[in-house]
């Protein structure tokens, strides 16, 4: 499975953009990114995904680079209500299962300052 | 998500008590999960289904079982609970469509045993 690797925590300006990073060097070709937030012990938030190209909803943007080792969520004017823990998932096949497993690792930490 | 509804939201119980958890959804998703969370930590999958008469074991089943009742109602039961069960527990569905496969979480479950 693909491991990705994100900062512990970071800190955004209210009304700045957030630029979220995260390291994913050992994907494979047929693996989406996928990134959810999860605000104070609620249920996980699904924001994006992307293959390789770059994506965007009403959320965020979502920029995966060429060789696919690395995407950065981009929250274009964060507010205070996106201060959550963001986490940067590889979707997995389960071999024998049949399934994708969404494995979440500890994600990043942001703060949003008023 | 207001479409995926789990009950109860708190539970406090002892240990060696039977307690199931419900999970119903009005997504129209034919898959769904169970995870559990625990504090500090990424979410851990405990059980999946694909189907009604489809359930697989997850990452972490041990001393739990579960039941899909319908489409719309997956339940998951802990026969005989004990402290170290004290966690988050999250319900999720997804609709398998080609490649993508985006689960979507409900509010959770706080379940304590002393």
């Known amino acids: 499975d693909a491991k990705t690797t994100q900062p512990p925590s970071m800190d955004c300006a209210e009304g700045r953009a957030a630029n979220l990073p995260c390291n994913h060097s050992t994907i494979s070709g047929n693996e989406y990114v996928y990134w959810y937030r999860q605000i104070h012990s609620q249920g996980p938030q699904y924001i994006i995904h992307g293959l390789k190209n770059n994506e965007t909803n009403e959320m965020a943007s979502l920029i995966i680079t060429e060789d696919r080792k690395s995407s950065t969520l981009i929250l274009p004017h964060a507010t205070l209500r996106d201060t959550a823990v963001y986490y940067c998932i590889v979707r997995a096949y389960v071999k024998g299962a049949g399934s994708y497993q969404l494995t979440f690792g500890k994600g990043t930490k942001l703060s949003v300052i008023p | 998500d207001a479409d995926v509804t789990q009950t109860p939201r708190n539970r406090i119980t002892k240990t060696g008590k039977r307690i199931m958890l419900e999970c119903s959804q009005t997504?129209?998703?034919?898959?769904m999960y169970w995870y559990r969370q625990d504090p500090g930590l990424g979410l851990r999958l405990i059980y999946y289904s694909f189907d009604v008469k489809d359930i697989n074991k997850g990452e972490i089943s041990d001393g739990y079982s579960v039941s899909r009742q319908a489409q719309a109602k997956f339940s998951l039961s802990l026969e005989s609970a004990i402290p170290n069960q004290t966690a988050l527990y999250f319900c999720?569905?997804?609709?398998?469509?080609?490649?993508?496969?985006?689960?979507?979480f409900g509010p959770g479950t706080r379940l304590t045993v002393l």
């Open positions: 997504k129209g998703h034919d898959r």
């Open positions: 999720a569905t997804s609709d398998f469509g080609g490649s993508t496969d985006t689960q979507y």
